[in-house]
């Protein structure tokens, strides 16, 4: 079954404590992204990855570090997070086609 | 950057035919993109338009107008299970794999 999974799905954690979401696909696909979704202002771009070790910067790149050292694992990496980075997430992976499949998505809470 | 408008929130009556309508201003832009996002869940993908026109899938139709900046997604014979929020977003291709998404229309449909 083609599919994105993310974990964790829920996480609550402290400022400063360093923590990795992790996105893997079974598509073989070349293109994935990170998104964080906050209420008023809806999906917004974090990075995204072109294939292996090509990662860009989307609209809200600050606080975050991603990489792409194979092509099926995309994680995000927040490494001192804090309260404004509390949102829920989500990864996505995008076929040949622009078909574009996202993952069940992680609820972070930041205190 | 881009700029991507469309309304708030809609109400329809099922079995009728809606039209949600996306404005988007651009520096660079590959294609238009619609999708369906149901409360608490992930976003799904409906269609992805690169020339202008209309496309249709089903009950589902997106229009395209790039000269106009605009397009809409068409919803006919509406059912209950089309309450959801709907999401458009351009990408800015050419180099840039950039994906902006506008706020969301929240669709209720009422019996």
């Known amino acids: 079954e083609a599919q994105v999974t993310q974990n964790p799905r829920y996480l609550i954690t402290v400022t400063g404590k360093k923590l990795t979401v992790t996105c893997s696909q079974n598509?073989?696909?070349?293109?994935m992204s990170w998104y964080r979704q906050d209420p008023g202002l809806g999906l917004r771009q974090i990075y995204y990855?072109?294939?292996?070790?090509?990662?860009d910067k989307g609209d809200v790149p600050e606080g975050y570090k991603v990489s792409r050292k194979e092509k099926r694992n995309f994680p995000l990496i927040l490494e001192s997070p804090s309260p404004n980075q509390t949102s829920l997430y989500f990864c996505?992976?995008?076929?040949?086609?622009?078909?574009?499949?996202f993952g069940p998505g992680t609820r972070l809470t930041v205190t | 950057g881009q700029n991507i408008d469309q309304p708030t929130e809609m109400t329809a009556t099922e079995g009728a035919i809606v039209q949600i309508n996306c404005t988007y201003q651009t520096s660079g832009f590959n294609g238009l993109f619609w999708y369906q996002q149901h409360a608490g869940e992930a976003p799904t993908f409906l269609s992805y338009n690169v020339l202008d026109g209309l496309e249709e899938k089903g009950r589902f139709s997106s229009f395209l107008s790039r000269s106009k900046g605009y397009s809409y997604l068409l919803l006919k014979e509406l059912q209950m299970k089309d309450s959801a929020s709907y999401l458009c977003?351009?990408?800015?291709?050419?180099?840039?794999?950039?994906?902006?998404f506008g706020k969301g229309t929240k669709l209720s449909v009422i019996p």
């Open positions: 977003a351009a990408y800015s291709g050419a180099g840039s794999y950039q994906l902006t």
């Open positions: 990855s072109m294939n292996v070790e090509v990662t």
């Open positions: 598509m073989n696909h070349e293109y």
């Open positions: 996505a992976s995008t076929a040949p086609s622009y078909e574009q499949y």
